[in-house]
């Protein structure tokens, strides 16, 4: 049952296919995970990877790697996705984030100048298997909460009420009319005044200060932290290598030819937004541009940021251009409907969230590094908050869990057959049990992944560099 199919269906025959699914898919077989037999090397999934990317910029990307399972984890959703294909599913798709752990759930801006929660990160978005995104935003509460000591019984407490939300909300839009559904969201404020019935002083200070920091990381925040005045003109800050202005990347002809590019990509990306977006980015002109290095897995694509002035030199706007290429599933699913991966990401995203960056759009470019490729632009930083797993205490991670579960039910329901999944998933624990089970063999699997990659680096296979 995939795309728009199950609109077709009355809500009982709807409820009818999800208890069939459950029969030929019993919720106890999610338990299960065994690497395949002839499963890839996962040092040479990680490098088949890397080889399309920047290839100065891939040892910062395995030494962000090795710092941890976690680290590891969140640049491995490629092996993952080779793992999950494997792994049973009901039959039941919807739009899927592709890289679902927790640290892609995060506070954003809407354009209207609400502090949201949602989902972030759509670079490997496909429609697929709902499972594959519980199963693995379940299994990096487990690895994060091997990090941080938690017990064999307070990591499976962590991910059983993660997955009980994820089914409870799920029932609960399975109830709602379409318009219901499209309209739920989770607003900031909403969240503390709820999160402050279950915390205690400390973590509701805790909250508050991640609310008031959220909302001062705005374009403002990031304009005056990544530029300097030069000859009374401002520019982007080196910071090598982490961020290198374009002038001081290449020389003359190559930069020239490079800086043209990425004003073209501006300017056409335009055409991608809504026409009172595209006549608000046209009150700006490009000023500077830089590359920059992102994230843990992202590190290595050609990720570029540019700076646009307004009315004068105190009215910015940071734009990131971030190359898009294939999704990381697009192996074990059906082929996307985009033939541009920025449109696939955008178009993803939009999905998904309740609420998208009012400058998201995409383009593609000519010639760039000899070959056509596909980006995705959007904001550099808009109201922004990234979670801190590592000083979270049980109580708090099951909290957390609990939220990301919601949110992740709301997306997959916006996209997916939402009546379906809840039938499916029924109205015991008996999934819940399953995914935790199932999260403590994968978290396994990734700690001797995770050692693979750092005994590839100390004998010399790759090489790995700290920033």
């Known amino acids: 049952m995939t795309g728009t199919r199950h609109m077709h269906f009355t809500p009982q025959e709807r409820a009818d296919r999800g208890r069939e699914a459950r029969t030929r898919v019993p919720l106890d077989l999610h338990a299960e995970f065994a690497p395949a037999a002839g499963r890839t090397d996962p040092v040479e999934q990680v490098e088949r990877q890397s080889a399309n990317r920047l290839q100065d910029l891939v040892p910062i990307r395995y030494g962000r790697m090795t710092e941890s399972p976690f680290r590891f984890y969140r640049g491995a959703a490629g092996v993952m996705a080779a793992d999950l294909a494997g792994t049973p599913a009901s039959g039941i798709t919807a739009q899927l984030c592709g890289d679902a752990h927790m640290l892609n759930f995060r506070l954003l801006a809407s354009p209207e100048r609400h502090l949201m929660f949602d989902v972030n990160d759509f670079d490997e978005t496909l429609p697929g298997p709902w499972e594959w995104d519980v199963k693995r935003l379940a299994a990096s509460l ?32 399975a109830g709602q009319r379409n318009l219901e559904v499209w309209y739920s969201r989770i607003e900031a404020d909403d969240l503390f005044t709820t999160l402050s019935e279950q915390l205690g002083h400390r973590e509701q200070r805790r909250v508050s ?48 030819q490079l800086e043209g590019q990425l004003r073209e990509l501006i300017d056409r990306y335009g055409h991608t937004l809504p026409s009172d977006r595209r006549a608000l980015l046209g009150q700006y002109r490009v000023v500077d541009m830089a590359r920059k290095v992102v994230g843990v897995g992202s590190v290595g694509t050609r990720c570029w940021i540019v700076l646009l002035l307004g009315r004068d030199d105190q009215d910015p706007l940071l734009l990131q251009a971030k190359e898009a290429g294939e999704s990381v599933l697009a192996e074990f699913t059906a082929p996307s409907s985009h033939a541009n991966q920025g449109e696939r990401v955008v178009a993803g995203q939009r999905l998904m969230q309740a609420t998208s960056d009012m400058f998201l759009g995409w383009e593609r470019v000519e010639g760039l590094d000899g070959r056509q490729r596909d980006f995705y632009v959007r904001q550099l930083r808009d ?18 869990g609990r939220l990301c579960g919601a949110t992740l039910a709301r997306a997959h329901a916006r996209s997916g057959d939402r009546i379906a999944i809840a039938a499916y998933l029924g109205d015991t624990d008996a999934f819940d049990q399953a995914i935790a089970a199932f999260a403590e063999l994968y978290a396994d699997r990734n700690e001797a992944d995770h050692r693979a990659l750092t005994e590839a680096v100390r004998d010399g296979r790759v090489t790995a560099v700290s920033a």
Do not use: C
């Not at 690895?143 to 609960?172: C, K, L, P, Q």
């Not at 300097?228 to 020389?251: F, N, Q, S």
């Not at 590592?390 to 099951?398: A, I, K």
């Open 383 to 400: 109201w922004k908050a990234i979670p801190q797993a590592d000083t979270m205490s049980p109580e708090v991670m099951r909290l957390f």
């Open 209 to 256: 200060r991640a609310l008031t920091k959220a909302r001062s990381r705005d374009h403002l925040h990031a304009f005056e932290k990544l530029t300097h005045v030069v000859k009374g003109e401002r520019r982007i800050a080196p910071d090598p290598p982490l961020v290198v202005p374009l002038g001081d990347l290449m020389p003359g002809v190559e930069r020239e």
């Open 142 to 173: 487990v690895i994060a909460g091997r990090a941080n000591g938690f017990g064999d019984r307070e990591r499976a407490h962590v991910v059983r009420d993660t997955v009980r939300s994820y089914r409870e909300s799920m029932d609960g839009f």
